[in-house]
C-alpha cells in the first residue's frame, strides 16, 4: 500500500536554510505537497508540485521532486522563528485519496 | 472569504456514547473530505463527501459515519465511542475534490476529541 515517510525532528538556527526530506511508495502519484501545522491549528497547504515536475520555487520554499528515487525534499530558505512548526508531506494518486506523511517538527532557534 | 469551520473545537465523551461533528466549507466548495490525526497513527483519511455524495472511504470501522448536506455542509458521527477515538478530527474542502488540476485543500483548525 502507500507509504509516506518523514524524520520526525529538524532543528536550525535563525537565518540558516531548512531541508525537510520526505520519501514515498506509490509510483503512480499525481501530485505531492507540503504542509505546515502550527499548536492548535489545521493544516496550511505551503506549496505543491505535480510529478512530471522536478523543482518549484515559491519564495523561500524550493521543493525538490526525485521521481525515480521516490524522494521530495522542502528547502527553506533564511528560517524564522515563524517557521517553528509540523511539515507534512502528502501525496495524492489516482484513488483520490490524500496520504500523509509522519510529520517533521521543524525547531527554529536563535 | 471565511475559511473552513469546525465545530466544536473541543469535546469530551465517555466510553459508549455517540458523538456528531461539524464541518462547514469555504463558500462554493463542494468538496468535504475529513481525516483523524493521532500522534502514533498520524493523519489518517476517513472518507471524502462531494454533492452530497460520498466518493470516497478510508479504512475505518462502520461506527464511522458522515453525510453532506445541499448546502455542502458535513457532519460525521462515531458511535459506541473507544477510548481509542480520541483525536484531533479535521476536515478540509476544496472546490471539486483532491486530485482535480490545481486543486488545493483548504483544513478547518479541527475538533478535539477526549473519549474518557
Known amino acids: 500500500g502507500e507509504d509516506v515517510e518523514q524524520s520526525l525532528f529538524l532543528s536550525v538556527r535563525e537565518g540558516d536554510s531548512s531541508v525537510i526530506n520526505c520519501t514515498y511508495t506509490?509510483?503512480?502519484?499525481?501530485?505531492l505537497y507540503w504542509y505546515k501545522q502550527e499548536p492548535g491549528a489545521g493544516l496550511q497547504l505551503l506549496t505543491y508540485i505535480f510529478s512530471n515536475m522536478d523543482m518549484k520555487q515559491d519564495q523561500r520554499l524550493t521543493v525538490l521532486l526525485n521521481k525515480k528515487d521516490k524522494h521530495l525534499s522542502l528547502r527553506i530558505a533564511d528560517t524564522q522563528t515563524g517557521d517553528s512548526a509540523i511539515y507534512f508531506c502528502?501525496?495524492?494518486?489516482?484513488?483520490?485519496?490524500?496520504?500523509f506523511g509522519t510529520g517533521t517538527r521543524l525547531q527554529v532557534f536563535p | 472569504k471565511a475559511g473552513v469551520t469546525q465545530t466544536p473545537r473541543y469535546l469530551i465523551k465517555t466510553r459508549g456514547q455517540q458523538v456528531t461533528l461539524s464541518c462547514s466549507p469555504i463558500s462554493g466548495h463542494r468538496s468535504v473530505s475529513w481525516y483523524q490525526q493521532t500522534p502514533g497513527q498520524g493523519l489518517q483519511f476517513l472518507f471524502e463527501?462531494?454533492?452530497?455524495?460520498?466518493?470516497n472511504k478510508g479504512n475505518f470501522p462502520g461506527r464511522f459515519s458522515g453525510r453532506q448536506f445541499s448546502n455542502s455542509r458535513s457532519e460525521m458521527n462515531v458511535s459506541t465511542l473507544e477510548l481509542g477515538d480520541s483525536a484531533l478530527y479535521l476536515c478540509a474542502s476544496s472546490l471539486v475534490g483532491p486530485s482535480g488540476t490545481n486543486e488545493k485543500l483548504f483544513f478547518g483548525s479541527g475538533t478535539q476529541l477526549s473519549v474518557l
Open positions: 463527501y462531494f454533492s452530497e455524495t460520498q466518493r
Open positions: 502528502a501525496e495524492i494518486n489516482n484513488t483520490d485519496k490524500l496520504i
Open positions: 506509490d509510483s503512480s502519484s499525481t501530485y
